[in-house]
Nanobody, 121 residues
Framework: VQLQASGGGLVQAGGSLRLSCALSGTSRRYAMGWFRQAPGKERVLVAALRWRLENTYYADSVKGRFTITSDGAKNTVTLQMNSLKVEDTAVYYC????????????????WGKGTQVTVSS
């Protein structure tokens, strides 16, 4: 099983970025989402999507600015990040998990490689 993440980069405050994550190597349905980890801080859940009940979760800090969506095949999730703030700067990690909701960091089944998001003032 692999999670292939793409996107990220450098943007000015107020700008937008998009992250995508593709799950491969399994036909099992997982909840998928994005965690982020800023320097010196814990890795926290930002947004997640659960196929089975079509639930979405957003951290309070990103509600109204970030949107997580899936493709029709339900093996790719995209995180559209708008109105980015300097405090959104972090390494973002795609994750897949099958047992808890909202996704818990200690229950993640698979992690993707982190991608850097940097928001400048």
């Amino acid at each position: 099983v692999q999670l292939q993440a793409s996107g990220g980069g450098l943007v000015q405050a107020g700008g937008s970025l998009r992250l995508s994550c593709a799950l491969s190597g399994t036909s099992r349905r997982y909840a998928m989402g994005w965690f982020r980890q800023a320097p010196g801080k814990e890795r926290v859940l930002v947004a997640a999507l659960r196929w089975r009940l079509e639930n979405t979760y957003y951290a309070d800090s990103v509600k109204g600015r970030f949107t997580i969506t899936s493709d029709g095949a339900k093996n790719t999730v995209t995180l559209q990040m708008n109105s980015l703030k300097v405090e959104d700067t972090a390494v973002y990690y795609c994750a897949a998990e099958s047992s808890t909701w909202p996704m818990r960091r200690d229950a993640i089944d698979y992690w993707g490689k982190g991608t850097q998001v940097t928001v400048s003032s």
